[in-house]
């Protein structure tokens, strides 16, 4: 999973790699921060500052180790916190005991993940079908991953029911809580629901999720369609809460933000409908 991810952020930041490179080596002799200029050169909500890229490791075989973990650490923050909730470097430890971590990388560089052969719709499909897969390998319940898409649609469309009508109408704005938000489909679903509806409608994303990869696959998912996540819009293991307190916080504050609970991702123990929770149905 975590070479499939990011095999997919290598094929986004293809195109405005040398652009990224140069705008680095001009703000560092400028001696400003880079950050800012670098993500508006990447034309995404992450970049990445090593000459390095998939395709280039394989030039060097007698250290892919090392120049993978040179390449992943020159990601930006956000990226690397999605390979550490993979606990990608301990699965290149264990490849490159085996001697199969060259094999393994040379496989993935080959593969076209593009947004322009992939879109993010059917990268989101290869997400869901590789965790249904390894949880079948594993004896796991897919579904303690991840919701159908079908279940999904069916349940944001219950959901937006009752405010059709209000949401074409201008300066939209909802706020979409998930407190199992699982791979994000849900988080997903919803914002490409409420954009069918009303293109220039505001969506503000919140999550959380128990499972570090669930976490991992939504959060690269929602930065390669450009959501905006600051970091406590999807907390993990350490901070349950945390999403849950700012997205009331943010309905207190601003009357005119309705807010949405989303909830059913089988990774959680409840599910909720406008804020009331109900019990799951087993």
């Known amino acids: ?19 990224v490179l140069a705008e680095l080596a001009l703000r560092t002799k400028s001696g ?11 034309d995404q909500l992450f970049y990445n500052t090593s000459p390095l890229d998939l395709k280039k490791l394989m030039g060097d075989q007698d250290h892919i180790g090392e120049n993978l973990r040179a390449y992943l650490q ?44 992939v879109s993010n719709a ?27 898409r079908e279940v999904i649609r069916l349940m944001v469309n219950l959901l937006f029911i009752e405010d059709d009508d209000a949401l074409t109408k201008p300066g939209v704005v909802r706020s979409i809580y998930d407190p199992t938000a699982g791979t ?17 409608a505001r969506l ?12 991992a696959i939504c959060k690269a998912d929602m930065l390669i369609k450009g959501r905006t996540l600051p970091t406590s819009n999807l907390a993990t ?17 601003t009357r005119s933000v309705r807010r949405f ?8 123990g409840t599910s909720c409908h406008r804020g009331v929770p109900r019990s799951r149905d087993r």
């Not at 609970?261 to 959680?268: E, R, S």
């Open 32 to 42: 400003v921060n880079p950050e800012p200029f670098l993500l508006r050169k990447s």
């Open 184 to 200: 994000g489909g849900m988080l997903s679903v919803a914002g490409e629901h409420l954009a069918s509806l009303n293109p220039e």
């Open 122 to 148: 059917q990268m989101g499909a290869v997400f869901e079908e590789l965790i249904r897969k390894f949880a079948e390998l594993s004896n796991e319940t897919a579904g303690e991953h991840f919701t159908p």
């Open 74 to 117: 020159a990601f930006s923050p956000a990226v690397r916190d999605i390979f550490e909730s993979f606990e990608f470097h301990t699965q290149i430890d264990k490849l490159a005991k085996s001697g199969l971590l060259y094999l393994v990388t040379e496989k993935f560089a080959n593969i076209d993940l593009h947004p322009a052969a």
């Open 237 to 253: 293991r350490c901070r349950p809460t945390v999403c849950r307190n700012e997205f009331e916080h943010e309905e207190s504050r």
């Open 204 to 215: 503000v994303m919140y999550g959380q999720e128990l499972n570090p990869e669930s976490y």
């Open 261 to 268: 609970w989303l909830c059913g991702a089988a990774t959680g």
């Open 1 to 19: 999973m975590p070479f499939t991810v990011l095999r997919r952020l290598d094929c986004v930041l293809e195109s405005t790699k040398d652009a």
